[in-house]
């Protein structure tokens, strides 16, 4: 069996600044405010008494309870030598225990390496403990003695400067990729904690491990676990937050960057609702994080986007639109606020009105009313951008195909629409929310929107040299309804 969440909940950063305070403070104890318990007092008589009982013959029940109650009264202790004492007599009875005693040796284990790392070891005792270690990451050694070492480093690798750490980069770098594996051998949570670990040693002590391959290994053994048909949606969570991890902290390469944004795309899609927006937080990470992001975010010139680049930019919003489109209607809706901002981001002006408005006008889209809402969003952003002049241009253009949409009352409703959704008139902008859901309205009151919206683009939008190209749209169309556009918009 594996050791518990029980056994501690409290990290080594927040251990370190409970001793510092006890080291210049006297009197008072340090520990949280708990009513009328002294905890000092009451930790000091515990640790006499368990000093007691080990000179003393113990009985395996006896000592199995009071190692459990050790590791959870540590993270009460305030004072470095408890965490001595818990050291020493944690070593010496790993030498003398026997290691077939599967249900204990988790526990010696476990608080050697929480006690080890507070105490910051160095020299000849990091080096003891380094011995402990790769002993307990053999082979051989019991699965459950593995995973407790195993939460152990976690302990040891909240300190940047362990000395402890640089001693096992071989038996690391072996044993933690080996173990990224769904089987009957090992547990989801072991597999987590072994994740767990490698993220935070190839983010944090990755100088240690002294392999440059190791992330690269790690990846390929975590990205297969991903569409394996049993992997649960907790464990799906720890490896995308850890993918992100790895992103953030620069530690894949270009390369490897997007391999991981092409599978998280994938599993965006394919995935149910709980591992697809997980999915997507991965993606998302992986287009605003790095070298190739800087410049699509705007936070560097556009053309040093390089054209891969930008095709991959392309494919991944391409596999939001298809989420859009064809995903549980209760999962998309955020994606209405999303997408807007994300083409707006990564896509020339250009590109990014081509990409919504031909998802919007397109005859085989099955939600026109969220495809028109992202179009509306992405209008907006760009007209704060000062575009005005390229969306009105691109507005103009793409009307010969809203036009020839059927059936009529389709057409009417979809230029409305995109007119309304055009305009830097706020007025007629609020138009849109007016016309967007209610493409069935009375055919007089559909005309009388459309002609309206027609109008304020015509007179205040349209440049000399676009009124003409925008009134032949309309005049070319052979619905009676849109041939009146022409003639509301030059005599009205």
């Not at 040093?304 to 095709?311: E, F, L, N, Q, R």
């Not at 059936?407 to 007629?428: M, N």
Request: contains cysteine; charged residues 15%; proline residues 6%.
């Amino acid at each position: 069996g594996e050791v518990g969440l029980g056994v501690g909940q409290m990290s080594i950063q927040s251990l370190w600044p409970v001793m510092l305070r006890s080291a210049t403070h006297s009197g008072r104890p340090t520990s949280p405010d708990t009513g009328d318990v002294d905890i000092r007092s009451s930790i000091l008589s515990l640790i006499d008494l368990y000093s007691h009982w080990l000179s003393l013959p113990v009985h395996t029940i006896l000592l199995h309870h009071m190692l459990r109650s050790v590791l959870m009264l540590s993270d009460l202790f305030a004072l470095s030598g408890q965490y001595e004492w818990m050291l020493g007599f944690l070593l010496r009875l790993h030498e003398a225990h026997p290691s077939e005693d599967i249900a204990t040796c988790p526990f010696i284990v476990l608080g050697m390496l929480k006690a080890a790392a507070v105490l910051k070891l160095v020299g000849g005792e990091a080096e003891r403990v380094a011995k402990v270690v790769e002993k307990c990451l053999a082979p051989d050694a019991p699965i459950s003695v593995q995973d407790a070492c195993v939460r152990g480093l976690l302990y040891l690798s909240e300190d940047i400067g362990s000395q402890v750490l640089p001693l096992l980069g071989p038996a690391l770098t072996k044993y933690l990729p080996s173990h990224l594996q769904l089987c009957s051998r090992f547990t989801e949570a072991h597999v987590m904690a072994v994740w767990s670990l490698a993220v935070s040693l190839s983010v944090h002590h990755s100088h240690h491990l002294r392999d440059p391959s190791f992330t690269s290994r790690l990846l390929d053994h975590a990205l297969p676990l991903l569409p394996h048909p049993h992997i649960s949606t907790r464990l799906f969570h720890s490896l995308t937050l850890g993918l992100e991890h790895l992103v953030i902290h620069f530690c894949l390469s270009p390369s490897e960057r997007v391999r991981l944004a092409s599978t998280a795309a994938s599993h965006f899609v394919k995935s149910d609702q709980s591992k697809s927006l997980a999915a997507l937080a991965l993606l998302l990470t992986c287009m605003y994080t790095g070298e190739e992001a800087d410049p699509l975010s705007g936070l560097a010139d556009m053309e040093m986007v390089t054209m891969d680049t930008a095709v991959q930019a392309r494919e991944q919003i391409n596999s939001m639109m298809e989420r859009l489109r064809h995903g549980p209607l209760r999962n998309v809706a955020f994606l209405v606020r999303l997408l807007p901002q994300l083409t707006v981001d990564f896509l020339s002006p250009i590109e990014a009105l081509q990409t919504v408005v031909s998802e919007f006008v397109s005859p085989h889209q099955p939600r026109p009313q969220l495809a028109a809402r992202v179009m509306a969003e992405t209008f907006a952003l760009l007209l704060q951008q000062k575009q005005e002049a390229t969306v009105t241009e691109w507005v103009v253009l793409s009307l010969e195909s809203f036009v020839q949409q059927e059936p009529e009352h389709k057409a009417v409703w979809s230029i409305t629409c995109l007119l309304s959704a055009a305009s830097t008139s706020s007025l007629f902008r609020s138009l849109f929310m007016l016309v967007v859901y209610q493409p069935q309205l009375p055919q007089h009151e559909a005309l009388s929107l459309l002609c309206t919206a027609a109008k304020a683009f015509y007179s205040k939008q349209c440049i000399q040299q676009q009124q003409e190209p925008f009134l032949e749209k309309f005049q070319s169309s052979h619905y009676p309804l849109l041939k009146q556009v022409v003639h509301y918009c030059l005599h009205s």
